[in-house]
């Protein structure tokens, strides 16, 4: 199987002041207590006297870590609460399993010549939010450490924030897109709905200005900023112009630059639009639609016919937010491999002509695995897999054509056939049934993946995108290892790791399994 090359290893920041240099008496493995790990927290404390306990903790034969990680079982911290801790801890380092405690355990064990057990007296205190709040049990920064269902407590607050998201986003501005991304994440997969500002102690990834919409929204309802945006010029035109297959924020910039405003305006002048902005226009009213699990239930039946077809044993896999169990998604994502690696080569071209010649095609883009466009990329974000991003031509079934009204008012395709408005009689619906349109464009991408692979592809193609982020970001913090839609490669001990199941995976980086229907970041 052919596997990327890994990128460079780039160096852990750590903690702010931690130093990487070993200052010690000795490696680790020396340490008469490895089976205790120690972190001292810098902060308040100072890097000399940090230094000091350490070599001082060292010689006693403790082990003491340089950098937060998770062989950490204690975090030691003085004069600080252990909400601030946790704060620390979670903006460079994810979850703490370790034991947050005072220096008293510290100074205490170092008399005894050996770690004690943590008392009460020794633990920090974490500030409990109230009614069944986290309660003081740390929430990962890491996606792929919550469980976030699709039962959302939070939405007045996550819709607001992904409106700044995507504002951030139409502004390419990455880092604040990514903030707002990962506060709406949190608040998703939080068991319980925000009712006061203090329900907010100890949850990472909350920065002021999210703090702030929160506030505006738990005093007002309404969030000043948020309502603005929604009313402002460029963000509603770009927001249009991105919903467009194959329009990307700086073209949708361009145009709004050139003073397009509608699709209307953009339908009627000269410029000139790639294949896929073509295609993407002209079947603009219905992508726009979501599809629905029935929708994408008769795609699955309908691909699994045609690659069946060329090869009975393959595996047509649904993957993306409908395997996540969401209702409804704006394509169908297909995954598909054959236990006999290799025989799953060629099979999308074989797939995609058939169902061409069926009718069923409106517009395809395949991608060969071998394709330079993929190459020199990230291999972390774009796998080179064969794919095919396409438009299904979707028949209605008869009972949804003889339904009065049918794609409303906005359909050109409807209004071409002379019928845009609502059919008010039985006598017109029969009508309609001849006459409208009978068929839905939705969008759908085909992967093909060799077997030996197919568990990294299935996990990457599953999503949430945030999850499979802070998969690949957990992977390299806390694993030293490279994460992809291909493989696991362990930097340290230089090799790949194969996995047969999504489980495996999880289980080589350490990670509790997060079943599809809770990968919902
Ligand atoms: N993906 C990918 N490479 C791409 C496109 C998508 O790896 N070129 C992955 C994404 O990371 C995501 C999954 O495929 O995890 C599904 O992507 P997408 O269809 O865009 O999102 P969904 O989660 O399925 O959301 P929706 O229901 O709106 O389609
Ligand atoms: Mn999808
Ligand atoms: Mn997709």
Partial sequence: MALLPQKKKRKDPGLPGASHSWAGDGPLTLAKFSEVGIFLVERKMGSS??????????????????RMSESVTHVVSENNSGDEVLELLDKQSGICRAALVDITWFTESMGAGKPLEVENRHRLQVKTAADGGPI????????????????????????????LAENAQLCENEGRYLAFTRASSILKSLPYSVTKIDDLQGIPSLGEHCKKVIQDILEDGICREVEELIQNER?????RFTSIFGVGVKTADKWYREGLRTLHELRASKI???????????????????????????????????VHRFLPAAV??????????????HDVDFLITHQEEGKEQGLLYQVINWMAAQ?????????????????????????????????????????????????GDHDPLAKEIGHGGRAETCERATYAAVKVKDWKAVRVDLVTAPFGQYAYALLGWTGSQLFERDLRRYAKHFKHMS????????????KFLSAATEEEIFAHLGLDYIPPEERNA
């Fill in 359 to 407: 009718g069923m095609i409106l517009y395809d883009d395949i991608t060969d695995s071998k394709d330079q466009k993929w190459k020199n990329k990230e291999p972390e974000i774009f796998d080179s897999f064969a794919k095919c991003f396409l438009i299904f031509k979707l028949q209605k079934d008869v009972v949804n054509v003889l339904r009065p009204n049918t794609a």
């Fill in 235 to 239: 963000y509603q035109t770009l927001k």
């Fill in 49 to 66: 006297r940090r230094s000091f306990l350490s070599q001082l903790a060292r010689k006693k034969g403790f082990r003491v870590e340089e």
């Fill in 272 to 306: 000139l639009l790639t294949k896929e902005q073509g295609a993407g226009l002209l079947y603009y009213e219905d992508l726009i639609v979501p599809v629905t699990r029935t929708e994408a239930d008769s795609i699955r039946k309908i691909v699994e016919g045609a």
């Fill in 316 to 329: 047509v896999k649904l993957t993306g937010g409908f395997r996540r169990g969401k209702e409804y998604g």
């Fill in 483 to 494: 994460l992809s839609s291909h493989s696991l490669f362990d930097n340290e001990q230089k």
């Fill in 136 to 163: 003081g049990i740390p929430i990962s920064q890491y996606a792929c450490q919550r469980r976030t269902t699709l039962d959302n407590k939070n939405s007045l607050f996550t819709e607001a924030l992904k409106v």
